[in-house]
């Protein structure tokens, strides 16, 4: 999938627009399919690395986003693909 990423944290420098691998959907979980997104400071501070705060890499910016559900993970009700 495209997404925009840092595998560090740093300035806007760190952030990279390219190919990463698909998440796989675990239990209780499920995949949005994008439509549209927003930036806002959770990300901001994401890509900085805020003391007290993990952020496991990479990290996928994009905080505030809209879509389709894509895939359910096990266990998910109330929600199906489309």
Do not use: Q
């Not at 998910?76 to 489309?82: E, H, I, R, S």
């Amino acid at each position: 999938m495209k997404a925009v990423y840092f595998d560090a944290h740093g300035s806007l420098d760190a952030l990279t627009y390219g190919e990463i691998a698909d998440p796989v959907v675990p239990a209780g979980w499920v995949k949005v399919k994008v439509g549209a997104c927003a930036l806002n400071y959770l990300d901001v501070f994401s890509r900085r690395g805020m003391p007290g705060i993990k952020v496991e890499l990479p990290g996928i910016t994009g905080g505030d986003c809209a879509g389709t559900v894509a895939e359910t993970g096990d266990g998910v009700t109330g929600w199906a693909p489309g």
